[in-house]
Structure formats: structure tokens, C-alpha cells
């Protein structure tokens, strides 16, 4: 398996914009996550879906934020519109069940200016 | 004043030496406890892994150690080589509660070895 694979790498926008990003989890995975990492708070997670179900999206910042996982193999995190403030790297990752680590993918690093 | 951000405990080792490093963790309940490496520009990587019924567990010049009475996680790196200068982050999990699955990081500590 490639592992995790998030698209795109980078993601330059201007405020207002609408930013998609997406991620393709290991096959046969049933967790999905998606993290924020920023100098100013670290490793944060946003939200998680267990077989393709929003578990806990508590860390979602604002209703600016979605992330919708439409089949086993697809997710995307939408802000809409973007602000500069969400300047960071998104991370997806996904582990094969609730006991076992989780695969990160090489991340999407996000400038809105 | 102004935030700069998280101030990240750092550890800086000569090569070859041991490397300890410490993370205490928030939740009594937490069953599962995770070490990863994050290398620049890269994603977080898994190192090792340790259930609460354990207090040691060892791999390859890797070694975690948990202590639940006071609920710290160390990571012991043996005879540290330059490619193990990362951001290590420790993670819990509780799997026993409606967010089963779900990993909270630690702040992250940055290793850093000299040649």
C-alpha cells in the first residue's frame, strides 16, 4: 500500500477563497482523522469518522470547517471561506481499529494570505 | 505579552549517547499510549507502541516505559544517531469511552543530536 495520500502538498489562496482538501486513507482502514499542526498550538485533532461515521468533530474550529467522507477510501476537508488564520499543515491519518497506531499522511501545507 | 507559541522542551544529545525522553499524560483512564517521530516536512511516524497492562516494552534501540500511578510515558533511545533528530510527540488513547480511537498528542519534545 502507498500509505496514507493527501492532496495537494501545498495550498496557496487568498482570504475568502474556498480551500478542499483531500486524503485517501490505507485500504482497509476504519478509522479516519484529520489534524492541524501550527506553531502556536501543535498537533491538533479537528475531527474522526469510524467506518465512513463522524465520531467526534469537537475540534472543529468553526462552521467554516467540513469534512465529509463520502466511501472507505475518500475524505476532504473543506474551509469555505478560508482565512489567513488557517495558515497551517493538515494532516490526514487513518489506523485500522481503535487499539492500533495511526498512519500519517505527508500532510497539506495550507498559506492563505 | 505577545504569544510566540509552544515552547517545545528540546533534548540535545552527542551521537551515540542514550536518549530519554519524558511525557506525562492527562487522562487516568487512558489504555493505550503511542510514540511517534516527526520529521521536518514530514508526517508524525510511529516508533512504539504500549497498552496499560504493560509497564515496559521494547524494540529496536527503542524502549517505552509507563508508569500509571503517576501517569508518565518515557521514550529511552539507545546509542542515538543523527537520523533520529525529529520532533517526538507521545499519544493516549482511551478506548474504552464513546471516543474509543480517538489519540491526544502531547506538545511534542525536540531531539536534536550532535555528530
Same mark, same amino acid.
Given at each position: ?13 487568498? #482570504? ?22 501550527? #506553531? #502556536?498550538?501543535? &498537533? ?24 465529509? #467522507? ?6 476532504? &476537508? ?31 501545507? &495550507?498559506?492563505?494570505? | +505579552? ?13 551521537? +551515540? =549517547? ?23 516536512? @514530514? ?11 504493560? =509497564? ?11 508508569? @500509571? ?14 537520523? =533520529? ?21 502531547? =506538545? +511534542? ?7
Amino acid at each position: 500500500d502507498a500509505g496514507v495520500i493527501q492532496s495537494p502538498r501545498h495550498e496557496v489562496t487568498e #482570504m475568502g477563497q474556498e480551500v478542499t482538501l483531500r486524503c485517501k486513507p490505507i485500504s482497509g482502514h476504519d478509522y479516519l482523522f484529520w489534524y492541524r499542526q501550527t #506553531m #502556536m498550538r501543535g &498537533l491538533e485533532l479537528l475531527i474522526y469518522f469510524n467506518n465512513n461515521v463522524p465520531i467526534d468533530d469537537s475540534g472543529m474550529p468553526e462552521d467554516r470547517f467540513s469534512a465529509k #467522507m463520502p466511501n472507505a477510501s475518500f475524505s476532504t &476537508l473543506k474551509i469555505q471561506p478560508s482565512e489567513p488564520r488557517d495558515s497551517a499543515v493538515y494532516f490526514c491519518a487513518s489506523s485500522f481499529n481503535q487499539g492500533t497506531e495511526a498512519f500519517f499522511g505527508q500532510g497539506t501545507r &495550507l498559506t492563505v494570505v | +505579552g505577545e504569544s510566540v507559541g509552544l515552547h517545545l522542551p528540546t533534548l540535545s544529545v552527542q551521537e +551515540g =549517547d542514550n536518549s530519554i525522553i519524558n511525557c506525562a499524560y492527562s487522562n487516568s483512564a487512558s489504555d493505550y499510549f503511542i510514540w511517534y517521530k516527526q520529521e521536518s516536512g @514530514k508526517g508524525p511516524q510511529f516508533i512504539i507502541d504500549i497498552r496499560s497492562n504493560m =509497564d515496559k516494552r521494547q524494540g529496536q534501540r527503542v524502549t517505552v516505559l509507563l508508569n @500509571k500511578t503517576v501517569k508518565h510515558l518515557s521514550l529511552q533511545i539507545a546509542a542515538t544517531q543523527p537520523g =533520529d533528530s525529529a520532533v517526538y510527540f507521545c499519544a493516549e488513547n482511551d478506548n474504552l469511552n464513546t471516543n474509543a480511537g480517538k489519540s491526544t498528542f502531547g =506538545d +511534542g519534545t525536540t531531539l536534536t543530536v550532535k555528530p
